[in-house]
């Protein structure tokens, strides 16, 4: 049995998307060869509330080592848990591969700044390292063409720290390709020397086990019973916004002609908000009330614990996924809206992977493009309503036969396939 530390700037308890990542992987490494050793900062550092529940989904062997941080309270003088847990990160990795207890270093990304870990720790002992593309690290964000402001300095500390991290990186890995190709472009060298692999979230079929046993009601519909319910669950992504004004178009279409045949239907946004805590921090019903359909939706902005957002899948009718103008950008939702076997109504950009995804597995409807500006708002009302028709009070299973590489027990085996490669 080989032993990969993998860092994870958050874990479990964190309610952060990310902690998902390498939570899935632990689950199943060991079936292929590799016991995990989660590298992560004590939860008494996050700035996040910890969700307790997610607790119950962690393996009750897993080794996890909770290193100490900079506090970020009472005086916050750094965000990123990436950075203020920095130092304390490196000096387990130097404990682990001093004592011969590590073969591999899988460092998954946000934190970025965790990323420089890899080189450090291979400079003195000579272990291979890995770096996991979560998000993309050098990327254009909003902001960043006003010069001297933070966005314009993160942009440009990126571009000088990635190639110092990856230079002798051994593994680049992602959630899609989409994650990392632009990696191998900006160091061409990288391609001589590390294997590459990308494996998506996936999902297991534990986390449903779990909601099953906590049953509770879906808060969110008290006021919706007899509608037809669709939930899109997760952040409202700055590159997507322009995806929304066309699905709001779309929608005044809808209830203006086909109210009476689309009947109740009402959309349900969850941790769409500004910030993961802030119940007023709405970043969707402003732009709906643009368009005139606030009255068919609901923002809850705050984000919502993991089994909640599960459980709220389980009760919608449909499940509503909101690409971005971005190519790479592949949505975890859909694999957890398959295992929900709930029907999926999906805006993406043509070659992100979630689209072969749905399409394989039968799971819904995908309108693709490659500039949301094409969306045509009258079809795309024809194209909800159809789907509305036609799911609405029909029983729905997903063809699973093709969802196989989708699951997280098959991305923790292309891991370990290609931490093999390495090793």
């Not at 700037?9 to 199943?28: E, Q």
């Not at 270093?105 to 390292?129: H, M, Q």
């Not at 005044?252 to 239907?265: A, C, T, Y």
């Not at 009718?317 to 957890?336: E, F, M, N």
Request: with cysteine; proline share 6%.
């Amino acid at each position: 049995m080989k032993r990969v530390a993998i860092v994870a700037a958050h874990f479990v308890p964190s309610n952060l998307t990310s902690v998902h990542r390498s939570r899935l992987w632990s689950l199943h490494l060991k079936e292929f060869g590799w016991e995990p050793i989660i590298v992560t900062t004590h939860w008494k550092y996050y700035e996040e509330k910890p969700e307790w529940e997610l607790q119950e989904l962690v393996p009750k062997d897993l080794r996890i080592i909770r290193t100490q941080a900079i506090a970020a309270k009472p005086i916050r003088l750094i965000g990123d848990v990436g950075v203020r847990s920095f130092y304390w990160h490196y000096k387990t990795l130097n404990t682990l591969a001093r004592e011969n207890e590590i073969d591999f270093i899988l460092i998954t990304i946000p934190s970025n700044y965790s990323a420089l870990l890899g080189r450090l720790i291979w400079k003195k002992f000579k272990i291979p390292y890995g770096i996991d593309y979560i998000d993309p690290w050098v990327h254009e964000w909003p902001g960043v063409e006003k010069i001297l402001s933070k966005a314009w300095f993160s942009y440009r500390l990126a571009k000088m720290l990635e190639p110092w991290a990856v230079k002798h990186c051994k593994l680049i890995t992602g959630v899609a390709v989409g994650y990392y190709n632009e990696v191998f472009e900006r160091n061409p060298s990288l391609s001589r020397v590390a294997h590459k692999a990308a494996m998506p979230y996936g999902i297991s079929n534990h986390d449903f086990d779990l909601v099953e046993k906590k049953r509770r009601n879906a808060f969110l519909f008290e006021n919706f019973r007899e509608n037809f319910n669709i939930v899109y669950a997760g952040a409202m992504l700055p590159h997507s916004i322009s995806v929304w004004e066309q699905l709001f178009k779309g929608i005044k279409i809808l209830v203006d002609k086909f109210l009476e045949e689309s009947g109740n239907v009402h959309f349900h946004l969850i941790g769409t908000g500004k910030k993961p805590d802030d119940p007023h921090g709405h970043n969707i019903e402003p732009i709906a009330k643009q368009y005139g359909v606030e009255k068919y939706i609901s923002e809850c902005p705050q984000r919502v614990p993991y089994i909640d957002t599960l459980n709220h899948l389980l009760h919608s009718s449909a499940v509503l996924i909101v690409g971005s103008d971005r190519p790479h950008y592949s949505p975890s939702k859909v694999y957890q809206a398959i295992v929900a076997e709930k029907p999926i109504f999906a805006l993406l950009y043509e070659t992100s992977s979630a689209v072969q995804v749905i399409r394989s597995c039968k799971a819904g409807n995908v309108v693709d493009f490659k500039d949301p500006e094409s969306i045509d708002p009258k079809e795309l009302a024809h194209e909800m309503m159809d789907f509305i028709n036609h799911y609405r009070g029909s029983s729905y299973t997903p063809d699973l036969a093709n969802f196989e590489p989708y699951t997280a027990r098959h991305s923790a085996q292309s891991l370990a396939n290609a931490m093999n490669q390495v090793v």
